[in-house]
Structure formats: C-alpha cells, structure tokens
Nanobody
C-alpha cells in the first residue's frame, strides 16, 4: 500500500491550498480516507475524514467551515481543500486509510509520507 500526498507549500494567512493524496495497492473505494496534521513535538491531530462513497464527511472543529475533504474513486485520490488559512494551520499534513475512520489515528493502518503546509501571517 502506498499513499502519496502532495500540494503542500507556503501560503499567506487568508489564502488557500489544495492537498491531494493518491493511493495504490489497496481497493480505494473500500476505505475511509482521513487527513491528519502534526506539528513538532505534538501528537497527530485529526483534520477530516470521508466515507467510502464520499457521501459522509467529518471535520475537526478547528477546520470546519474552512476545509473541505473530497475524493475521486476513479482516480484513487482524496483531496483537502484548505481555505481561509491561519498560521495555526501550519503543520505536516498526512493522509491515511482506514476501514473504520474517525478521529483516532490508531484506526488508520496506512499512512502517506506527509506534506508540509506553512501559513505566514
């Protein structure tokens, strides 16, 4: 299984970035996909997840209304559209795959390598 995340970079506060994560080696539409983020010295923090079909999504309170998770099962790809970015959103962002989903990172056996998002004030 391989999850390849991309799209990170530098943005100004109030700006936008779109992350993408392409999966291979698994039956993509059988997995709940999630995004987490982590800053140095801290635990991974749940950001959002999306159901197999894309019909159900769940967001952390800190990003709700600003971030949108979506997926394209035909491309084996999950996306995270991040708008109204804040300096507090600065982190390494990881995509992950799970049969169960939810905010507990222990539920996710498969992880991407992470992509750095830096938001300047």
């Amino acid at each position: 299984v391989q999850l390849q995340a991309c799209g990170g970079g530098l943005a100004q506060a109030g700006g936008s970035l779109r992350l993408a994560c392409e999966a291979s080696g698994l039956t993509f539409d059988s997995y709940i996909m999630g995004w987490f983020r982590q800053t140095l010295g801290n635990k991974r923090e749940f950001v959002a997840d999306i159901s197999w079909s894309g019909g159900n999504t769940y967001y952390a309170h800190s990003v709700k209304g600003r971030f949108t998770i979506s997926r394209d099962n035909g491309k084996n790809t999950v996306y995270l559209q991040m708008n109204s970015l804040k300096p507090a959103d600065t982190a390494v962002y990881y995509c992950a795959a799970s049969s169960d989903g939810g905010p507990d990172d222990n539920n996710y056996p498969y992880w991407g390598q992470g992509t750095l998002v830096t938001v300047s004030s």
